[in-house]
């Protein structure tokens, strides 16, 4: 524990609901075990051009229940390069921090990689993305309020779809994985979910439409993730309102509001408890991992198995999706 006497803390990659909490855990415990805390301010660019500032308790008060992250976040082409990655390392050397901790996506995780093979830092991540891709954690920081987010904007919109009889298609984030939209379609009743993960014909679902959703139902909601394979939710509903003229067809894409607005009860305590644990890693000399939830334990990934495997679709919710449309 002799070792470790400065942290920095830096956010990356997209932001998140509960990044703030993570980042005043971070603080606190780094505080709380006897160092020094540095936030790290635009991610890997600030990193690099050594913008960040040593922070006491008080600089992280208040924002727990804040969306988004008080150390801001950017994109580094030149932390990609050895090159910016040396120059970041510079800075680190120059402040003096013995330990960083990175809170982000794969992203994220593959630069902090990098930086560890390439130099002597510890360096260990925490899983802030909304959309729970990660492989070797069971939650990511930002999922359950991003969750939460669209299962009330659904909710409203279901509303407005029974009083005027109309089949809504309603796109969420989801560029190559479908947690947001299938967890939030079971959440919210839908009619049917359409993931990356899983490829759709457009003929299964016109089938599910004209045989079992039509003679039962005069309205409807359709979750698709914005990179299902189908090209997403203008492409599919104008397909099937090519196909179904009598259907009042609208789409409704929810965007970044899924990004903001205040973390939920859940996410404020997963980040602060994995805020905690990442201090205590670097603490007890681990570095290229990220800190993970699995079976409401903690648990150590290297970030070679959380970047390079694959996070599955939990297949009963796919199921409870048949199941309970009819």
């Known amino acids: 524990m002799g070792k470790i006497k400065k942290i920095g803390v830096l956010t990356s990659g997209g932001d998140a609901p509960g990044m703030n909490a993570a980042i005043r855990a971070v603080v606190r415990a780094a505080i709380y075990n006897g160092c020094e805390a540095y936030g790290i301010f635009y991610g890997y660019e600030g990193l690099i051009e ?72 510890h360096v260990v991540g925490i899983p802030g993305t909304i959309d729970n891709d990660l492989y070797g954690t069971d939650y990511t920081i930002g999922y359950d309020t991003a969750v939460n987010t669209v299962v009330e904007a659904v909710d409203k919109i279901r509303d407005t779809a029974s009083a005027h009889n109309r089949l809504f298609f309603i796109e969420v984030m989801g560029r190559d994985a479908g947690f947001i939209a299938l967890r939030s379609a079971v959440a919210t009743g839908a009619e049917a979910v359409l993931v990356p993960e899983i490829r759709t ?10 045989h079992d959703y039509k003679p039962h139902k005069s309205s409807g909601i359709v979750i698709v993730a914005e990179g299902d394979k189908s090209g997403g939710a203008y492409t599919i509903a104008e397909q099937i309102s090519q196909r179904h003229p009598e259907y ?23 980040a602060s408890t994995l805020g905690v644990a990442a201090v205590d890693a670097l603490l007890d000399d681990q570095t290229s991992i990220m800190v993970g939830l699995m079976n ?8 070679n198995k959380a970047i390079k495997n694959s996070k599955q679709l939990n297949h009963n919710l796919v199921g409870l999706t048949d199941i309970l449309s009819i």
């Open 296 to 303: 409401k334990d903690i648990v150590h990934v290297p970030f």
């Open 50 to 121: 050594g913008n960040m500032k040593k922070m006491e308790s008080h600089d992280v008060s208040n924002i727990i229940q804040r969306g988004g992250t008080i150390l801001k976040t950017a994109r580094s082409r030149e932390f990609k390069t050895v090159e910016g990655r040396a120059k970041a390392y510079e800075q680190i050397k120059k402040v003096g921090l013995d330990g960083l901790v990175v809170i982000g996506g794969d992203g994220t995780f593959s630069g902090a990689r990098a930086l560890c093979q390439e130099h002597d830092l």
């Open 201 to 210: 014909d457009v003929n299964d679902l016109d089938k599910y439409l004209e």
């Open 248 to 270: 009042d067809v609208r789409v409704t894409v929810l965007g970044h509001i899924q990004r903001g607005g205040s973390p939920s009860a859940f996410d404020r305590v997963m």
